[in-house]
């Protein structure tokens, strides 16, 4: 097990130096192209299988314990320490990073986005992958900053050398809204850790008496939170985010959808609740405000993205809509209760993959017709994608509906469970305001409802043609089904039972809780 999380954490790096040799170690194909992107499947499915096991041979009985732990001393002076381990909260979100960065291998292996040689895409895509799972892996605050950073460089040249139009602006802004968020977070660590003794993560979380007055817990909170915003993100640090998605190449923003944002909303999590619960307690009505504010203005963007004549595109409405579910996962956070927390954990787990589907599904439409943009979709050849691409109408209808909240699928239970968090928030935070969060944050699901249908009303039904007079579009191919099929598959069974779930971070949310107030 210990070996497991080391491979899975390192493995990519060493596939991402063995990408770039003259001649990939691996599978051999047709071309040189055609073998580097079969390395880059070959790479991520050992990854994705190693985590399986590691899911596999996780003592499920005690999900709060950390497990499959490494502790080597390495900054001996500052106590820094190369440590790793998972637990209930962050083994899912492994899984979720193995799982989807695998599918975007598989997927470019067909479909390789337009660009440079494809030795440098595959590298990027690893080094991303590797900087992910390291940040749900590592617990050191360091080395967490370290993994947290490491992953923008790669998803900055994949938005300005394989993305669309305006992609050098959309890369040049991502990357200094997240820079710029993440010096002000770095003073924030190691104002804990330099006044703490340890940059330990799990003895930070259980050991409170280590200096950590309330008035340093509060410029922690502040410094730590504003670059964990900037990624999640929360409005208004959010408008890097539409532009990086619309540019961004589809498995750069399947990436960044599915696996990045999480990144923000984990270390709030792992980090900001257990270590500073003084801090959090004073910033979390204003979190709470901040994230139905966002709620309410992606809803609102997306719906104007979506009526007629308004020449919205189609991945800009799914990157807008993204800063409104991401809300529901920082209210829940915000309301420092199991119930919240938990939702927040699980919304992150069913964004992930609704949106990853969403993305998936938007680049092939983009590739089938040229655009994404709605009202040329929905004009366009009579009976829209119900009748030139059945089965690709209908699996976007079904991302629309699970994006919506429909019971039966996973984006329900995150979204109800931190409305319930909202209900009863912790005992220091003003119950008034929160019932007031929830009322608004409970209106955001009727206009992301409205929105979501509006879409599928407009792009799969389209105006009053018949089926027989419109022309046919490519349905769905062998290669994206077998991309997007797991993704169907875990959102139905997350929402049919979502105690899968929930029996794994549940337990380690309660010890977290407990240990930050103890």
């Given at each position: 097990m210990q070996f497991l999380l080391a491979l899975i954490v390192v493995g990519p790096l060493v596939g991402a130096v063995a990408a770039l040799l003259p001649a990939p170690p691996g599978l051999k194909g047709k071309s040189p192209d055609q073998a580097v992107l079969r390395h880059g499947v070959t790479v991520t499915g050992v990854i994705l299988l190693a985590a399986i096991v590691l899911a596999l041979g996780f003592d499920h009985d005690h999900p709060s314990k950390m497990q499959a732990t490494t502790?080597?001393?390495?900054?001996?002076?500052?106590?820094?320490?190369?440590?790793?381990?998972?637990?209930?909260?962050?083994?899912?979100?492994?899984?979720?990073?193995?799982?989807?960065?695998?599918?975007?291998?598989?997927?470019?292996?067909?479909?390789?986005?337009?660009?440079?040689?494809?030795?440098?895409?595959?590298?990027?895509?690893?080094?991303?992958?590797?900087?992910?799972?390291?940040?749900?892996a590592v617990l050191d605050l360091l080395l967490f900053f370290l993994a947290f950073e490491m992953v923008l460089i790669p998803m900055y040249f994949l938005i300005a050398r394989w993305g669309g139009a305006q992609r050098t602006q959309a890369a040049w802004k991502f990357i200094l809204y997240t820079l710029l968020g993440s010096v002000v977070m770095l003073l924030g660590l190691l104002l804990i850790g330099l006044r703490a003794g340890t940059f330990d993560m799990v003895a930070?979380?259980?050991?409170?008496?280590?200096?950590?007055?309330?008035?340093?817990?509060?410029?922690?909170?502040?410094?730590?939170?504003?670059?964990?915003?900037?990624?999640?993100?929360?409005?208004?640090?959010?408008?890097?985010?539409?532009?990086?998605?619309?540019?961004?190449?589809?498995?750069?923003?399947?990436?960044?959808?599915?696996?990045?944002?999480?990144?923000?909303?984990?270390g709030f999590v792992r980090i900001l609740l257990p270590i500073a619960p003084d801090g959090m307690e004073t910033f979390a009505p204003y979190l709470a405000a901040l994230a139905v504010v966002g709620i309410i203005y992606g809803s609102l963007a997306c719906l104007a993205l979506a009526r007629p004549g308004a020449?919205?595109?189609?991945?800009?409405?799914?990157?807008?809509?993204?800063?409104?579910?991401?809300?529901?996962?920082?209210?829940?956070?915000?309301?420092?209760?199991?119930?919240?927390?938990?939702?927040?954990?699980?919304?992150?787990?069913?964004?992930?993959?609704?949106?990853?589907?969403?993305?998936?599904?938007v680049g092939a439409l983009k590739d089938r017709t040229g655009t994404s943009d709605l009202d040329t979709l929905a004009k366009e050849s009579g009976a829209a994608l119900y009748g030139k691409a059945p089965r690709l109408g209908g699996l976007l209808a079904f991302g629309a509906v699970a994006s919506l909240g429909l019971p039966g699928l996973a984006g329900f239970w995150g979204e109800m469970l931190a409305l319930f968090g909202a209900f009863k928030p912790a005992d220091d935070l003003s119950r008034p305001a929160f019932l007031t969060f929830m009322a608004i944050a409970a209106f955001g699901t009727l206009l992301t409802a409205a929105y979501m249908l509006i879409v599928v009303r407009r792009v799969c039904m389209g105006p009053t043609a018949t089926v027989q007079e419109a022309p046919r579009l490519a349905d769905v191919q062998g290669y994206e089904f077998a991309a997007w099929t797991?993704?169907?598959?875990?959102?139905?069974?997350?929402?049919?039972?979502?105690?899968?779930?929930?029996g794994l971070t549940d337990p380690a949310v309660q010890q977290l809780l407990a240990g930050g107030k103890s």
């Open positions: 502790d080597i001393s390495w900054i001996p002076a500052l106590d820094v320490r190369i440590h790793l381990g998972i637990d209930g909260i962050s083994l899912p979100l492994l899984v979720l990073t193995a799982l989807l960065t695998f599918l975007c291998a598989l997927y470019s292996y067909f479909k390789m986005p337009t660009g440079p040689s494809p030795k440098a895409f595959v590298a990027l895509i690893l080094v991303l992958e590797s900087g992910t799972l390291a940040t749900f930070l979380a259980t050991d409170n008496d280590r200096e950590l007055s309330t008035s340093v817990q509060v410029i922690a909170v502040l410094a730590i939170g504003i670059g964990l915003a900037v990624k999640t993100p929360m409005w208004p640090l959010h408008s890097w985010l539409p532009d990086a998605h619309t540019a961004a190449p589809t498995v750069g923003s399947v990436l960044l959808a599915g696996v990045l944002l999480k990144m923000g909303t984990y020449k919205g595109d189609l991945k800009r409405l799914i990157a807008y809509s993204s800063v409104g579910h991401m809300g529901f996962v920082l209210l829940g956070i915000s309301t420092m209760t199991p119930t919240g927390v938990n939702g927040a954990l699980f919304a992150n787990i069913a964004h992930g993959l609704i949106t990853g589907l969403l993305f998936f599904l797991p993704l169907v598959a875990l959102t139905v069974l997350a929402g049919l039972w979502p105690a899968a779930l929930l």
